[in-house]
């Protein structure tokens, strides 16, 4: 028997086909955008810290991914046997199939969002926690974009398994592709030419969203946008420099900024810190000295609420920032007023830019959040700020176009658009290369010069004894020292002086 290819070809023109695939298209594409957004929720839930909420999310992806699709499809549209009043939704062949899809689909979308949240680094939640946006803000402009563009490639597969398993829901008789095929070759027994129209119409609908998918992808894919940007004519170095005129700090201010007493963090049951006091005078730089895991990054992210104290207060302005106390109990209560997160700067040892965002944009994110002005005003601030470190040339540029030192003049001036009272830098040129080092430092200097009163974890120990007002010597988890340079050089004691020695 020879293939009937005039018979083939003529059912490409039967109206039946083209509105068989039209539901194919329509059941696939509700069934991945709904489970798709279900799908991101319940990853988020997986990754709750509750258990209330973390376990029924497991529960589900457990059971849905455990139940073959064509059980569930059958279960689903035989509801109305023991629920009469579901006939209405479930007794439709197209609803009974979505619904199906959903539920299946949502366990697997979960899976595929937690690989994107997986792929995010923590440090940009940090980030957005330091400009002091709330968790829904974080996660509509930070954490979703960038979660989408690592999951994309695994959702458009999604996608076209979706449309391929749209053939399954035969077996409830709705009305698409392969049903309209078995309806025709039981009618004149030619199976081969008929399924090879059904096959030929999935693979049409596989290529034109397979197509449409990998531009979206591409359009997603900021490496793309790089050739866009032309490279800046004007100098790269920091517009901010320290002349002769300005060579000293103004006098420091009596009034206090920033106070920390009795300060104590455990990890594991290990105390980190063993309850400090500072007070930081307005306009006064502070450097943290010490050696590695002698509690100085932990002790500048308990500032700003990036670490929950065991004990403790922060103040701003002499007003409780933070607050932990431990009942008789144990138990420990924290307070922490959000309102007045915005007012303490942080930049990150690894800059922590928002990699899915231009420079500017990394500038403007948090002050439109907060709506701290009108949007021309804060993109002439944002510009003045970028010139003023010597990247206003490169604000269309995205992080991964900048070197390590341009990303961390970019993560000092997205600090200063919120206009905090107290900056606070950990480790900033840890992660530089040597020849980058400087161009930070002479930002840094300049802050210090015009009176920003900043506290400064780092190695960089000329730059320390150059820049700091008083320079505190952490040891592990205390404070051993406290005083001016000329103090700190002159001290005598053991510890000290083998600290310097080292170095």
Do not use: C
């Amino acid at each position: 028997m020879s293939f009937d290819w005039p018979y083939a070809l003529g059912l490409f023109a039967r109206p039946e086909f083209w509105w068989a695939a039209w539901t194919v298209v329509k059941l696939g594409i509700l069934a991945w955008v709904i489970a798709a957004v279900l799908g991101f929720g319940l990853a988020l839930a997986v990754r709750a810290r509750s258990p209330l909420v973390q376990l029924p999310a497991r529960g589900y992806i457990w059971l849905f991914r455990s139940l073959p699709l064509l059980v569930l499809l059958i279960f689903i549209y035989s509801l109305p046997q023991a629920v009469p009043s579901l006939r209405p939704v479930v007794g439709d062949p197209f609803l009974a199939g979505l619904i199906a899809l959903i539920l299946s689909e949502t366990a697997y979308m979960a899976e595929i969002h937690r690989g994107g949240l997986l792929g995010v680094p923590r440090g940009q939640v940090e980030a957005g926690r330091a400009l002091a946006l709330r968790y829904g803000g974080i996660q509509r402009m930070i954490v979703i974009p960038q979660a989408l563009r690592v999951a994309a490639p695994a959702l458009s597969n999604q996608l076209i398994t979706i449309f391929k398993m749209t053939s399954l829901v035969s077996t409830i008789s709705l009305a698409e592709l392969l049903v309209v095929g078995q309806r025709l070759y039981t009618q004149n027994f030619l199976v081969l030419e008929t399924l090879t129209v059904v096959a030929a119409f999935y693979v049409m609908i596989v290529t034109v969203f397979d197509g449409l998918l990998r531009r979206f992808e591409r359009a997603m894919d900021i490496t793309r946008k790089g050739d866009l940007v032309t490279s800046a004519s004007a100098t790269d170095a920091p517009r901010a420099s320290v002349t002769e005129a300005s060579r000293r700090k103004g006098p420091v201010s009596d009034v206090v900024a920033l106070s920390a007493r009795g300060l104590r963090k455990s990890f594991n049951g290990q105390e980190v810190l063993s309850g400090i006091d500072l007070d930081v005078h307005q306009g006064e730089v502070i450097s943290i000295i010490g050696r590695s895991g002698s509690g100085k990054t932990t002790f500048i992210r308990l500032l700003n609420g990036l670490e929950e104290p065991d004990e403790g207060r922060v103040l701003l302005h002499g007003t409780p920032f933070i607050v932990a106390e431990r009942a008789e109990s144990g138990r420990v209560r924290r307070r922490h007023d959000w309102s007045r997160q915005a007012q303490i700067g942080m930049v990150f040892q690894s800059f922590n830019l928002f990699s899915h965002r231009t420079v500017l944009d990394n500038l403007l994110l948090a002050p439109r959040y907060h709506r701290l002005d009108a949007e021309e005003k804060l993109r002439e601030q944002a510009r003045a700020l970028l010139d003023k470190v010597g990247m206003e040339a490169h604000a269309r540029k995205y992080p991964f176009q900048l070197s390590g030192g341009q990303q961390q003049r970019v993560a000092i001036a997205r600090a200063l658009m919120m206009n905090p009272k107290v900056v606070l830098f950990d480790e900033p040129t840890s992660a530089l290369d040597p020849e980058t080092v400087d161009e930070v430092l002479t930002v840094i200097r300049s802050l210090a010069h015009e009176g920003i009163t900043m506290v400064i974890v780092t190695h960089e120990m000329n730059f320390a004894f150059e820049i700091s007002d008083r320079i505190m010597f952490m040891q592990q988890g205390q404070v051993l020292w406290l005083d001016t340079p000329d103090a700190l050089r002159a001290s005598e004691a053991p510890e000290i002086q083998s600290f310097l020695r080292n170095l």
